[in-house]
């Protein structure tokens, strides 16, 4: 069982004294009484649905985006969406964070000042992905960053991780609509996160390593979602070297993962793996 945290409270976390707050679970589903077709037979079932809030984030005093998300571990999505969007750098150009509701908000104040936010506000582009997604750089803005890793992997680790991540997705299993993406070694999982959008999942990620300053460079990243250029992007911000996924990736995703030095790779159940970029990573076989 994933050890969700759920968001319930108004809570301040000034991060020179410690992590951000984690959430307390209470149940990311909502259960509604639905019709059932089977053939010719109708019947009333119970089914679970996922939790869909929309979360206001403000940086420096400025509005900045409305994020529909799961509302679960919201300091780790606004920290990450803020760094795969050149908002922030590093955990050390952010002094302060407010979570409250009604509505839902995050405040975040940084040492970077307004200009910036402002700056980086006025160049919004619209975006592929689960309802709708904004990019706050434009295309000519886009900086490549390259990542170096000689991490290796067999695709004997590949299919018994995959097994595992789907032993542990109780929350797909309760609502068949969430997204995931799952931060792992050769042997683990280190971070589990789910959303409704897959944007959201990988910015949850990238939140995640920023805050606790996980090394990437010897991890791996499966996702739900298809990538498509800018979850590459997202990928490269964070310095993840290989990403699987359920979906074919996109053209353009392809060759900005050549270029970046990623290894993309694809696959629906494992039987059947397609690499598209840097195959040297992962190995045929055990090891």
């Known amino acids: 069982m994933i050890p969700y945290r759920y968001f319930s409270g108004v809570v301040q976390s000034k991060f020179e004294n410690g992590p951000p707050v984690k959430m307390i679970v209470k149940d990311l589903s909502r259960c509604f009484d639905t019709i059932l077709i089977d053939k010719s037979e109708k ?24 994020l529909l998300c799961l509302p679960v571990e919201l300091e780790y999505l606004a920290l990450g969406f803020l760094f795969t969007e050149g908002f922030i750098q590093s955990r050390r150009d952010v ?38 997604g904004i990019l706050f750089r434009n295309s000519g803005d886009w900086r490549k960053p390259v990542v170096q890793s000689d991490f290796r992997i067999s695709t004997t680790r590949l299919i018994e991780l995959w097994r595992r991540i789907g032993e542990n997705d109780d929350l797909y299993r309760k609502t068949r609509g969430v997204h995931s993406s799952v931060l792992c070694s050769r042997e683990t999982i ?6 409704i959008g897959r944007h959201n999942t990988i910015d949850r990620v990238a939140g995640k390593c920023l805050w606790d300053e996980i090394e990437v460079r010897e991890k791996l990243l499966f996702c739900t979602g298809r990538f498509s250029s800018e979850m590459v992007l997202k990928l490269g911000e964070i ?10 990736p996109t053209d353009i995703a392809v060759e900005m993962a050549q270029d970046m030095g990623i290894t993309l790779a694809s696959t629906k159940d494992m039987r059947k793996l397609v690499i598209y970029t840097h195959s040297d990573r992962i190995a045929n076989g055990t090891g």
């Open 43 to 66: 019947k009333c079932r119970p089914h679970h649905l996922i939790r869909e809030a929309s979360l206001d984030v403000d940086v420096d005093d400025i509005p900045v985006i409305s």
């Open 95 to 132: 002094t302060s964070i407010r979570v409250s509701r009604n509505p839902l908000r995050i405040d975040i104040r940084t040492n970077r000042g307004e200009d910036l936010a402002r700056q980086i506000v006025a160049k919004r582009t619209i975006t592929s992905g689960c309802g709708r």
């Open 190 to 195: 280190e971070y589990f996160s789910p959303d």
């Open 239 to 248: 310095g993840i070297p290989v990403a699987v996924s359920r979906s074919t």
